[in-house]
């Protein structure tokens, strides 16, 4: 029977497990690229050449030699939860079923936050621009994000993805939007009408969704670890969906039922689970962080 509940609360975490309502919804998910917990990220080939007004045959034929990278997919622990059984007998709803749903959606919250933290560029290199805002003094010594400075930011991103933003993701910090809120009207409106995470469809080209967590960036530019105590400075992430991918692994729950622990009478669960959010390609990938006055 234990193993029944494991195997039925794993199977509603996997289809569950969603991510709904955010800007991770936007990462194409690449399971078929998983086994074993590892994600094999394609690499391709050489492109052909394009001949113009071609005289000459017979036309060269090249093989593609493709390859892959592999990298394990990130392990989430869910530290344990206890319920006692004089609880369960005391309260009007099933609490580990409500334990369970608690561990599902902290899990997606820190993988989300994870996601966006290894999508952000370590630094600015000419394939991955990271650029500072260039607004007025917030008041404590940061320059607030303007729309000139997204405007210019879209410019340096078009350069790598073929001239367009389709496809394009923007996710604000939370700083930013508070700088954007001040400066433009359009946004404001677009913000207190956004759907879930999404705030605008095409904002100067971007589809922009707002996070609650942020990377963070030292004084020089570099990406700080994450989850840094170090003080930093706030980014916006900007990402191609073409070049960006998701995956799950296993999951596993971890539980222990009452009657197997006679000394407290307590129930007690927790989970595994596998997933990565990952950049595979520079394309599109970028950054703006909060510049100094």
Request: aromatic share 8%; net charge neutral; with cysteine.
């Amino acid at each position: 029977m234990a193993q029944l509940q494991n195997e039925l609360a794993e199977k509603e975490m996997i289809k569950k497990f969603r991510h709904e309502g955010t800007w991770l919804e936007e990462v194409p998910a690449k399971q078929r690229w998983v086994s074993n917990d590892i994600i094999k990220i394609p690499r391709e080939g050489s492109d052909p050449a394009v001949l113009i007004n071609n005289k000459i045959y017979p036309i060269i034929s090249n093989r593609r030699e493709d390859d892959f990278v592999a990298v394990a997919l990130n392990k989430y622990d869910t530290t344990n939860t206890e319920v006692s059984d004089d609880e369960l007998a005391s309260l009007p709803y099933e609490k580990v079923s409500e334990v369970q749903l608690q561990h599902r959606a902290t899990l997606e919250e820190k993988t989300t936050g994870h996601a966006l933290y290894c999508i952000a560029p370590n630094e600015n290199t000419a394939d991955t621009p990271v650029v500072e805002t260039t607004g007025g003094d917030d008041g404590y010594g940061r320059k607030r994000l303007t729309t000139e400075d997204i405007i210019n930011f879209g410019t340096k991103i078009k350069k790598k993805t073929g001239g367009t933003l389709q496809g394009v993701v923007l996710v604000l910090s939370p700083e930013h939007i508070a700088d954007l809120l001040i400066e433009d009207l359009s946004f404001r409106n677009q913000f207190h009408n956004k759907k879930d995470g999404l705030i605008a469809t095409n904002y100067y080209g971007f589809k922009t969704y707002e996070t609650g967590y942020s990377p963070a960036y030292d004084i020089a530019g570099k990406k700080l670890a994450y989850d840094s105590v170090t003080p930093g400075r706030e980014a916006t992430v900007c990402f191609y969906n073409k070049s960006v991918a998701k995956a799950k692994g296993t999951v596993k729950r971890y539980a222990r039922d009452a009657e197997n622990d006679p000394e407290n009478r307590k129930n007690t669960i927790g989970f595994r689970l596998w997933f990565i959010g990952i950049p595979y390609r520079p394309e599109g990938q970028g950054a703006i962080i909060s510049g100094k006055v």
